[in-house]
T-cell receptor
Framework: GEDVEQSLFLSVREGDSSVINCTYT??????LYWYKQEPGAGLQLLTY?????DMKQDQRLTVLLNKKDKHLSLRIADTQTGDSAIYFC?????????????FGTGTRLTVIP | DAGITQSPRYKITETGRQVTLMCHQT?????MFWYRQDLGHGLRLIYY???????DKGEVPDGYVVSRSKTENFPLTLESATRSQTSVYFC????????????FGPGTRLTVL
């Protein structure tokens, strides 16, 4: 199967920037996603990037993709306590037809007031 | 209520018993998915369905059975539950292919004693 790896924990102070990293192994990934999971809830799509893009910005979120190194990052500017959650990166491939998602292990972001 | 719902939210059962987890979506989405979430593994796909009466295996299908007689429902059955199936189960749906967002239900926490 596909391997999508993330570090498990990240702590930042409120107001600082957070950078969550992800590496993947399948170079045929078409789309890469970032999902957020708040405690006791399902996953919520934050943003996604197509594999032929290097960067995508959406308000406080910046996604960077280094396709050569198979490295994806999510930067959250001005991190707030409400950003505390688990963040999952995921990749999808075309081969299944359903664009099934392959998830990383998730990074638990803790924002310290 | 509109959206995607799962029931029950919590379930405790014993080894060898049959358990069915329900998933219902009100959007008439074509695709539905079942994932399990385990510490250190992120989310892994169990089964998915492209339409009513069309289902296919995901990454970890062993020990599970699904059906999709109606577009809006996608039940997941553990025919003879094992302790290794203790997990949080998420159902998701999406309209079609490509970047269509997968919408996740709130999850079912299953404990097998």
């Amino acid at each position: 199967g596909e391997d999508v790896e993330q570090s498990l924990f990240l702590s930042v102070r409120e107001g600082d920037s957070s950078v969550i990293n992800c590496t993947y192994t399948d170079s045929s990934s078409t789309y890469l996603y970032w999902y957020k999971q708040e405690p006791g809830a399902g996953l919520q799509l934050l943003t996604y990037i197509f594999s032929n893009m290097d960067m995508k910005q959406d308000q406080r979120l910046t996604v960077l993709l280094n396709k050569k190194d198979k490295h994806l990052s999510l930067r959250i500017a001005d991190t707030q306590t409400g950003d505390s959650a688990i963040y999952f990166c995921a990749e999808s491939l075309d081969q299944t037809g359903a664009n099934n998602l392959f998830f990383g292990t998730g990074t638990r972001l803790t924002v310290i007031p | 209520d509109a959206g995607i719902t799962q029931s029950p939210r919590y379930k405790i059962t014993e080894t060898g018993r049959q358990v069915t987890l329900m998933c219902h979506q009100t959007w008439s989405h074509s695709y539905m998915f079942w994932y399990r979430q385990d510490l250190g593994h992120g989310l892994r796909l169990i089964y998915y369905s492209a339409a009513a009466d069309i289902t296919d295996k995901g990454e970890v299908p062993d020990g599970y059975v699904v059906s999709r007689s109606k577009t809006e429902n996608f039940p997941l059955t553990l025919e003879s539950a094992t302790r290794s199936q203790t997990s949080v189960y998420f159902c998701a749906s999406k309209q079609g292919l490509g970047t269509d967002t997968q919408y996740f239900g709130p999850g079912t926490r299953l404990t097998v004693l």
